[in-house]
């Protein structure tokens, strides 16, 4: 009986004792006993002498292996590329050298063959946006406080500090991100004070050798907020010089300085139109401060107000008549989609119209909308879906990557930003698996052709496949890899499914957006920042028209895409609410009444996950315990969540609807009017 | 369009809005519009008189009908009995006439054959115990606050009271419960005072017309409490002469009064123990009061004290010896189980041991245990279960029922309890479906060889059959009864299996006995009050050792079950855990091992009540709007709960058995630390 017992021991536990534990810390760069590595350089940069060392610490190419890191001439080898060809890695760029070098590790765990191969990246600024604060929060963070910022009066550099922001800068530069912006676009005008440069300058230092420029985000209203002045109108003499002044004083302390981020006249933030004056006014103000140093403005679309108009036309109304009127170094940040980084969007439809400036997508790597670190989300699909989406701007094949990476408009600047998901949690990401969408977002930028599946085969073999136990390695393919992945890539849409199917969407819970709210709507509420704005549930149907008979918002895409949109029949199942409002006895492709159909939808979504913990549990002799145990708990949790919003969803609209759950479906647990009242955050049991 | 969106909302609501909507406050006694009936009879005594009333206001036979009520001398027709043939009802008294009455009623609904019949209650006694309290409230009461007593300080008789009294003595009569105890078993003293005894004449004089003796609950110390005496000692004669008096005071009100239910030295309740006497000296002299009047005492065997010796063993080891020592007014009430009222246990060794005493069962209508009014669970199948019990005790076929109820010992009284779960809620149980099991305990006292599934079927006949629209009345059947029946029929099942399958008892949560607990064990709890006393969950296995080698509660059994017991492959697997303590690799019948079985019961349980919901929902178009939503809201959260049952269990015995929790099984969604730091009551969301 003792020995049956120690066999099941052995087989729950699963844990290979002597197996090298995986250490959250160590993201995608898992320290594993390197194997011995002979490398050629000439330049002692900084950032080749990174490559070397990275070469050394991660080798497990081939014993002894002599690899030469070699800067050349080439027209095949553009901007920060590089060219791999047997035991040489070629750049133009000592940044090339750098990348190549990880390109070649990377290739070594994960199977890609880079015997020959020249690598350019899809995008010159490859940048990773912080929403943090000052005071150590992270906005829509949910992986602890800031690296960055630890409060105002605390803004001494510490030698954790210093190691984080190493690893911090590792990690980006071994995915090829190479700008970081410090600070929240809701931005503090304390940003530019002296003192708090001193530590951008720290910070900046310790990024630098991993070839990652620092940016921060300003408030427009700085030169009134910092009482220098008392207006901060772009066309005001004084104002111009102040930013002048505050730019040389940054580039004095940091001469590589990336330049600004601007949220303005968005959201409460102040901006041009405060002053009578266009976005264009103020973009162009700082980006004439910014010139002489080769410095950026990243100036974002992300504009709407509480107007009559439909939210989700306001930026390309807003942005489109300024088109041409940019200067050269100002790039337009433009969100995924319309509305605001929703489970699932249509592109926005600024992407090839604004085709005499500069224009860059802005993803959101943090999940404020996909459940937090609280919920499995992989959103490298959803990008993909994204870059992939044909605008038709060029005619077919106009996609919104090459829109905007510079293939179809001649861009002065292209650019690619992600809102970070990182904090100080020793697993970056609130949960190891969201560390992947980090992974990710890098690679993606890198090359906007990417699959979703490659990218998750990559980062899993990455982060997980040397932990394994040398007996265990032969099907660790068939026992991890692909399971795991499966539950990467169907995992987004499983949060589709189970929160805002077939083109809902922002009907979340007010203010955190964790969790369903689709009837918060106080009476003092700003409409378009309630739920039923966007769902518009009623007795005859659901959904937002948008079509000529509606908001016309179809009339912003590019023909054909708006004739596709504005048929019900035509359009993509996934959009058919985001563009219509149609009855609940609609049928949809399936062939059922389009409120069976929602029906369905929510409940797979439920069904997805508790599918992902049937996978998941069965891997526990492949991860640490740590992770095991961690991402256990994080699916439970999902399953809790994806219940709570399939019952406050179907029971919600069944007000409206007045038609039964068909009855083959799992029945809700929930009651809508506790739903109501309370708070999806704290519906699940939490350890007090 | 309009005209589909209408019809699917007549399918979702299904209600007809002409039928004639439940009251439940007419319980089964469903008001519909009667048919005349002329009824002869010839005493105008007021149970002849009720007998009459009934037959005129529920009357469904056919129109005109000429119905005799007869006293008759009989020797089939025993005790209260009737005999129905044709259009007579005989009886030797007046109470038969009665009950004569309600069975043909219920016939004209329940489709049972009564055109020749003879009908004898198998117990003399078939007794409702109330366990409320003074102040109105209700120990282990789930509907609201009790119908009898509003606090000592609000002892006026109202309207209201009259009339809840009435449905209620109406409701018992229709199933032939002829005795209520009225106040909680934990008594205060303060009922025997003057004014509080006015208000038990009051409700005795409601209850008499319907043939219901009136009992009060005492606590043994009322001489000492009441500040009359120094000792309570069942020996002294001035506590002799207290209770004489005290007994001539109550009978001078309530002539007809049917005598005292004590628990005493059980529980920290005073008792003749405490005065060096024996359980028998106390019924005694008790006994000795009521015996001038033809009162009885019922005196409970629920007793156990906090020392070495299973807490199974001790009311056996307390009352054998004492067998043939009462006096033959005395009736020693019995739980079912030897523990206390658990979803599942085998019967008290007492039944059938004590062959010179009269001995009764008590039952537990109100679901302390099963899940308050919360979960839906029909407890006839467990009382069935109890009741067809054999105890060997006089060879083959000595079951529960038969040496009760004076089959095979010739006691001079027979009866039987159950413990109310009647409230001042409209519904008077909590949840409707409640009601069943108060129809249920009835229907059994009265025949202790029905069949749950005939009980069930009654009282949904009973309670919907007449609400249904005559368009749906072909398929009632069909669509209500058959699959509602199935509900009730598997749903003490259910709970067995989601709460403590396989034997398991007493895991729940502290003190409210709602939900799981099985980690729930103080420093300073007794430990008979933890459940790891019962569980004895270890690295080795799980079970309570009640064998020879353990406590040898099985030597409680008659042949051949001490043996059938003791031996694990013989033990019937609902009852393994009870009597063993085995491996978690112990073989179980599927060829499942120990460990993997609990897993699949626990959610089978789930599984069950999943479907319970499935089923309800299908049923919109049989009840009204108010019971079907109620009893929705009810299996929601009994869903909920046995996902939180499921949960806490597995998780915590899996922390002994360190087996994986077989992979083809739904995974859990609670986190167990959560689960064991809060409360079962508060983990589902209820409206603010």
Redo the contacts between chains.
Sequence with gaps: ?MI??LF??T???GYNLILHAQNPNDLWLQQHPAKAVNVQYKSKSPLVLNAVKALKQYWQGKEGADISLKLVKSTAIKAEGYQISGNTISATTEKGLLYGAYAMLRAQISDENVAALVSNPSYENRILNHWDNLDGSVERGYAGKSIFWRGEGDLTVSKADLDRWKKYAEANASIGINGSVLNNVNASAKMLSAPVLQRVKAIAAVLRPYGIKTYLSVNFSSPTMLRDLKTADPLNADVIAWWHKKVAEIYKEIPDFGGFLVKANSEGQPGPQDFGRTHADGANMLADALKPYGGLVMWRAFVYSPSNEDRAKQAYQEFVPLDGKFRDNVIIQVKNGPIDFQPREPFSPLFGAMQHSSVMPEFQVTQEYLGHAYQVAFLAPMWEECLNSDTYQKGEGSTVAKVTDGTLFSQKHSAIAGVANTGLDSNWSGYTLGQANWYAFGRLAWDNQLKSDQIADEWLKLTFKQQAQPDLIQDWNKNFLQPVKNILLESREAVVNYSMPLGLHHIFAAHHHFGPGPWWAPKNARPDWTPPYYHQAD??GIGFDRTPSGSNATSQYHQPLADVFNNPDTCPEMYLLWFHHL???YQTKSGRSL?DELCFRYDKGLQQV?NF??VW??T?LYTSVEVYEETQ?V???Q??DA?VYKDACLLYFQQF?????P??L??????L??????DPLD??????
Excluded: C, N
């Design positions: 009986m049956r017992f099941a021991l087989v729950f536990l007795s005859l009855p609940w006895t409120w508790r913990q049937k549990d069965k526990s708990a699916l439970k949790r399953t809790f219940q609807s007045k038609m039964p759950i009855h083959e799992e029945r809700p647990v929930f009651d009017k506790a739903l109501e009242s309370g519906f699940y049991p939490q350890e007090k």
